[in-house]
């Protein structure tokens, strides 16, 4: 069977990116996807669409704290709030483009879950790129092989090359009709879906198996 293309545009500042790519990742060979992950810019997103983050809004930013400890149990994926949030992601968003230019799918996987990890477990803040930068040294990451190499991507965010690609990235995001992040497009079916907890509506759309946030998980046997 043919693997169904989807796009996932994503910024690592984004808790909700964060649930989404796990559970996205779940359903990969459930759904037979093929995925290709798109980094993008959150406030650029909400810069060209007039949208703001909920954090901004006083009564929202009373509940996200609460919705995101709901999604965590929910997915089983760990969540803490950092200390400093929002924080500043352009320059590890622009490392994610240089390296998903030359390396493979699952060094984007690798990479990207390891600085979610950094920001929503640890505590690490994305702004201090250098933090991130060292912390990767010390991680397993596919295809990487020494840590000189992440002083080279890095480096490269200051090429206009790369700053070009992650501002087309973004302007491709609205321009499939996206006002925030995660976003999951399937291109074929010209379907957009917005946020982590979609995934259900997903199934009911494309005629797909929809077994929770964590397919893998056994269920609780009832007495």
């Not at 087309?168 to 499939?176: C, H, L, P």
Request: aromatic share 12%; proline share 6%.
């Amino acid at each position: 069977m043919a693997k169904r293309s989807v796009q996932f545009y994503y910024d690592l500042l984004s808790p909700y990116s964060f649930f989404a790519f796990e559970v996205l990742k779940r359903y990969e060979q459930r759904w037979s996807l093929d995925i290709d992950m798109v980094p993008v810019l959150l406030g650029g997103i909400f810069q060209s669409t007039g949208n703001k983050s909920p954090i901004t809004v006083p009564t929202k930013a009373v509940y996200v704290p609460i919705d995101l400890g709901r999604l965590s149990r929910c997915s089983d994926v760990p969540l803490k709030l950092p200390s400093t949030f929002p924080n500043n992601s352009l320059t590890v968003m622009r490392m994610m483009v240089a390296l998903t230019q030359k390396y493979p799918h699952q060094t984007q996987v690798d990479t990207s879950r390891e600085i979610w990890k950094m920001h929503w477990q640890e505590d690490i803040p994305l702004s201090d790129f250098e933090a991130v930068k060292a912390n990767l040294k010390n991680r397993k990451i596919h295809g990487i092989s020494e840590s000189g190499i992440w002083d080279n991507l890095f480096e490269q965010t200051k090429d206009e090359a790369i700053k070009k690609k992650l501002k087309e990235n973004t302007d491709k995001a609205v321009e499939i009709g996206g006002f925030g992040a995660p976003l999951i497009y399937f291109p074929k079916e010209k379907e957009l879906f917005w946020g982590c907890d979609r995934f259900e509506v997903i199934a009911s759309e494309l005629g797909l198996k929809y077994e929770g946030m964590n397919p893998d998980k056994k269920p609780i046997a009832k007495l």
